[in-house]
């Protein structure tokens, strides 16, 4: 990685992120989602004023509705004055705006402050992946000032359930009657919740999904005083249900106020890490193999001439130029 050495260009475009320019908001999003030159000093000077929204992560199986409850969400918050961000990570139906993009037209009049700020990300094609991509685009909504930050992801791969499983609040969204029970389950998201949303509840099965949800909460032995996922049904395209689920988002919010601190070291220590394995793979990539070299070292292995053991200890010593037996 280059020194993240700020230009004035980028220092212009963090300021503007700071005062909230839809316009800079969107330029510094493509910036470190394509991690173009400038990405890391961008973030780097936007850091510090992250950490005043509360990130929301809504996953689900494709097609639940998450769209649509995301948007009456922040229709609902923004009745109240606050902004929000959101961040759809490869929705195969985009945000209709609806009556947001009407909101957001009436808002922009307001010397352009923007209430509402849809992004789109595609899941491939991120240096760094997925995950990076996401979180550094969360941190410009954080320090353009939304109060809150909302990213949905289809909860299908293990990349789309870590991003919302480190988010402040974890939410799942199921629909009745399309077996999604249990494919949710494999996906392992049903344990990341913490509310469950039975959308589409105007469809039958409501009751018996809410009951498979309930018997599953039952198994799991919560510590005492632990948080309880509620259960909360919703019809999106009404609006049915989603003042009770805001109120759910904020019973968690006010639950979770003392281990806040928590749940953020968390999402930075996985950030981190990520962090530091890409650019030690960037590294060794660029500076320790030549050309090849890996290739040749796969064929050994394939053909057991050499344990993978061996060749990471081998890649390891030249990279830090010391011993590094276990
Ligand atoms: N009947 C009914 N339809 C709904 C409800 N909520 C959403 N839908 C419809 O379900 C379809 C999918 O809604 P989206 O909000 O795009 O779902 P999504 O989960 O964001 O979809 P992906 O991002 O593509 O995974 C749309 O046609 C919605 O109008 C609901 O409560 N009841
Ligand atoms: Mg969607």
Redesign the pocket.
Known sequence: MADPAITPAVASLAQRVRAGEARAIARAISLVEDDEPGAAALVGALFRATGGAYLVGVTGPP?AG???L?DRLSLQLRARDETVGII?VD?????SGGAILGDRVRMQAQAGDDGVFIRSMATRGHLGGLSRATHEAAYVLDAAGKHWVVI?T?GVGQDEVDIVRTADIAIVVLVPGTGDEVQALKAGIMEIADIFVVNKSDREGADRLEASIEAMLALADAEPGAWRPPIVRTQATTGEGVPELLAAVEAFRAHTAPARHERRRVRHAFRLRELLADRFMEHVDRRVLAPGELDGLLAQIADRGLDPYTAANGILERALGRDTTR
């Open positions: 097609g998450k769209s649509t995301v759809a929705p195969t139906s985009p945000y949905e289809v």
